[in-house]
């Protein structure tokens, strides 16, 4: 009896430490971009369509399905983050120009949550292959163009040949 309750145990072991890891990856479904206002004491959303020039920061964040534990594994690596603007931006970028190259990820120690914040490794070349639930990337828009009202679109393309996009409200840069 206590060789079969012995060896019920041994397989029970063996049986768990099997499990395979394929199951805590998170399934990107979407894409949720905010606008942010950095021009005060702490980061506010736009709420109201206005926001200094020189101070907005856009907030991107995966959407979910989470198919097992809460990894920060993704079943999918994100391979490309582009912005495009949906109006004339300057004289080299008319509407649907795309203006990655005027944001930037904004510093981590500055933002006001740190630690839920996510570095854009695609700056570096290499693609995002984790990101918690919950993190957030912040770009901020490093060339200002002439006051007026502008709408950007935010696109996030897997290796997978998925891409979800998301397009901002429509703001008055001031």
């Not at 070349?125 to 918690?132: A, E, L, M, N, R």
């Amino acid at each position: 009896m206590l060789k079969k309750y012995c060896l019920l145990c041994l397989l029970s072991v063996l049986c768990l430490s099997t499990t395979c890891d394929e199951d805590t990856f998170n399934e990107m479904t979407g894409v949720t971009v905010t606008v942010i206002d950095n021009s005060g004491e702490t980061f506010r959303e736009v709420d109201d369509g206005q926001c200094p020039k020189e101070a907005m920061i856009l907030q991107i964040a995966p959407e979910w399905n989470a198919t097992g534990y809460n990894s920060d594994k993704l079943t999918s690596p994100i391979v490309a983050l582009r912005i495009f603007t949906l109006n004339d931006f300057d004289d080299s970028h008319p509407a649907g120009s795309d203006v990655s190259e005027y944001f930037r990820t904004y510093p981590r120690e500055l933002c006001p949550n740190a630690e839920n914040t996510v570095y854009d490794t695609l700056e570096d070349g290499t693609p995002i292959d984790s990101w918690q639930e919950g993190r957030s990337c912040f770009k901020a828009l490093l060339k200002a163009p002439a006051p007026g009202d502008y709408a950007f679109r935010v696109d996030m393309e897997l290796k997978g040949g998925e891409t979800f996009i998301r397009v901002t409200q429509s703001m008055h840069l001031y």
